[in-house]
């Protein structure tokens, strides 16, 4: 079964990396199933004799910008619990390029005096399995896609704008803004709020409704 993601955020990696540990692996199926991730922006990559001396931008100054990073985030114990299950050293990588969150504070604008304490830790009978408590984990959203991004292999991601998808019989056909097609199996849309799968295969068949 052939597999296209559209979309390399967050949640494409993480679909991928989902579907990479649970589908059967060779021998069986045969052939094994393949998994291709769209992505419309490409990292941005020395293109010219000049720009080989440039210096990679630091996290740091990336993260100056919320238009090219997003805002930061917060990951809960079930979030680190999936992160852990997806790969053991995924989590420990998100864990140590952020950092522990163990209680929300809850102030007082005007006076600030403290209103409340809410704990972030799922201690007590939740811990799982392996009998680890996790805490919530803040993150900005590059590093938790940088190191989702590292357990990809190379190769899986192919940069490309995906700008319509239609249903040819049995199959799923996306067309790339260059005009190339690919022929999927199975077609998984990770492509954000404006998204291009939902908009073209099930037009307002899914708008979301605000009450």
Known sequence: MKIIITGGGIAGLATYLHL?????????????HSIIVYESHRPKTPTSPDDQNQVTPSFETLSASTAIVGGGLG??????????HLDAELRDAVAA?????ESFVFMAARNGWTLGVQGTSDAGGFEGVEGRAEV?????RHGLWACL????????????RVVEAERRGEKVVVRLD???EDECDLLVGADGV??????????????????
């Open 149 to 160: 991004k590292e357990k990809v292999p190379e190769g899986v991601v192919r940069y490309g």
């Open 75 to 84: 990951i809960a114990p079930n979030g680190m619990r999936v992160l852990a």
């Open 178 to 180: 260059g005009g190339e």
């Open 194 to 211: 404006k998204s291009k799968v939902r908009e073209t295969l099930f037009a307002d068949e899914f708008a979301p409704v605000y009450t």
């Open 20 to 32: 990479a540990k649970h589908l059967p692996q060779p021998p069986a199926p045969s052939p094994p």
């Open 136 to 140: 919530c984990v803040s993150s900005s």
């Open 97 to 101: 390029q952020g950092f522990p969150c």
